[in-house]
T-cell receptor
Framework: AQSVAQPEDQVNVAEGNPLTVKCTYSVSGNPYLFWYVQYPNRGLQFLLKYITGDNLVKGSYGFEAEFNKSQTSFHLKKPSALVSDSALYFCAVRDRDTGGFKTIFGAGTRLFVKA | GAGVSQSPSNKVTEKGKDVELRCDPISGHTALYWYRQSLGQGLEFLIYFQGNSAPDKSGLPSDRFSAERTGGSVSTLTIQRTQQEDSAVYLC????????????FGSGTQLSVL
């Protein structure tokens, strides 16, 4: 069975500082991994995905994430946080080897960026 | 519009009543998903449909919940005999046919059971 863990309910950073939002996953096969963001009063939006190849994936709004197979992690990062990055972030996993479409999300991490 | 459309945007119902929530996916998307987001909680997988395959219903929390997808397009999520704990935002998403594709989400239906 697939599962995703986001160990932090909330992450607080100062504007201009680097940010990391953690995600670990569990699948029986190999994963497709995704990050989505939910801004206040707006729908969920796709940020980036890992499919195969380069472990460092770059996405929208300057975000990036690094796939680490040995640690089964896919942490979201940004070198310099903006106040406008404050939102709810979700990590998601799909099992590539089963060929199915079932996509499981984590509990979400709320990011607060202080000016 | 070209996005995922959900209706109604808000639904208030009395405990014990049945409700139907509707989702119109993006045209041409073969996969359709339902999730539930409770206040302050993550996204709970409910069900997904892919093409003509049997749906994966493994996330439905009880037999009061059911969903169908007609003609490979529009989907309806039905909750029978609603309970207060069913109050949540119900989100629909669709995606193209490849398993490495991202999901496109609708704005959700806020369900309140009084």
């Amino acid at each position: 069975a697939q599962s995703v863990a986001q160990p932090e309910d909330q992450v607080n950073v100062a504007e201009g500082n680097p940010l990391t939002v953690k995600c670990t996953y569990s699948v029986s096969g190999n994963p497709y991994l995704f990050w989505y963001v939910q801004y206040p009063n707006r729908g969920l939006q796709f940020l980036l995905k890992y499919i195969t190849g380069d472990n460092l994936v770059k996405g929208s709004y300057g975000f990036e994430a690094e796939f680490n197979k040995s640690q089964t992690s896919f942490h979201l990062k940004k070198p310099s946080a903006l106040v406008s990055d404050s939102a709810l972030y979700f990590c998601a996993v799909r099992d590539r080897d089963t060929g199915g479409f079932k996509t499981i999300f984590g509990a979400g991490t709320r990011l607060f960026v202080k000016a | 519009g070209a996005g995922v459309s959900q209706s109604p945007s808000n639904k208030v119902t009395e405990k014990g009543k049945d409700v139907e929530l509707r989702c119109d996916p993006i045209s041409g998307h073969t996969a359709l998903y339902w999730y539930r987001q409770s206040l302050g909680q993550g996204l709970e997988f409910l069900i997904y449909f892919q093409g003509n395959s049997a749906p994966d219903k493994s996330g439905l929390p009880s037999d009061r919940f059911s969903a169908e997808r007609t003609g490979g397009s529009v989907s309806t999520l039905t909750i029978q005999r609603t309970q207060q704990e069913d109050s949540a935002v119900y989100l629909c998403a669709s995606s193209p046919s490849a398993t490495n594709e991202k999901l496109f989400f609708g704005s959700g239906t806020q369900l309140s059971v009084l």
